[in-house]
C-alpha cells in the first residue's frame, strides 16, 4: 500500500507539473498567435477562408486549458481529502488518462518527424 501512494505521489507530482507548464504557457502562445498570425497560418496549414477560422488553432488550447483545470482540481482534492476513496480512484483514473494522453501525443510528435 505504501508502494502505492509513493508512486501514486511521484506521478501526481509529474503530472502536477505539466498540467501548471500549459496553463503558463497557453496564454503566451495565444498571444504570439495573435501577434504573428500569418506564421501560425503557415505551420498549422490553417484554412483562412472558413468563417471563425482562428478556432482551428485555438480550439486545442480551449480543450487543454479545461483539461488542465480539471486534473489540477482533481488533484487538489485529493490532496485535501486523503482518505475519500472515491477521490482516491478519480485522481487515479486521472493519471492514468493524463499519461496515456501524454504518451499517444508523443507518439503522434514523433510519428509526424517532431513537426507542429
Excluded at 506564421?39 to 480543450?63: A, G, R
Aim: charged residues 15%; hydrophobic residues 50%.
Amino acid at each position: 500500500m505504501k508502494n502505492q501512494t509513493a508512486i501514486e505521489t511521484i506521478l501526481t507530482g509529474i503530472a502536477v507539473f505539466f498540467l501548471l507548464l500549459f496553463l503558463i504557457v497557453m496564454p503566451i502562445d495565444i498571444l504570439n498567435f495573435y501577434e504573428d498570425q500569418e506564421t501560425y497560418i503557415k505551420v498549422h496549414h490553417l484554412n483562412t477562408h472558413e468563417k471563425n477560422w482562428e478556432w482551428q488553432y485555438l480550439d486545442t488550447w480551449v480543450y487543454l486549458g479545461l483539461y488542465s483545470i480539471t486534473g489540477l482540481t482533481i488533484i487538489t482534492l485529493r490532496q485535501l481529502k486523503k482518505d475519500h476513496k472515491m477521490i482516491e480512484i478519480i485522481n487515479r483514473l486521472f493519471l492514468i488518462f493524463f499519461y496515456g494522453v501524454l504518451i499517444i501525443g508523443f507518439y503522434r510528435w514523433m510519428s509526424s518527424g517532431f513537426d507542429h
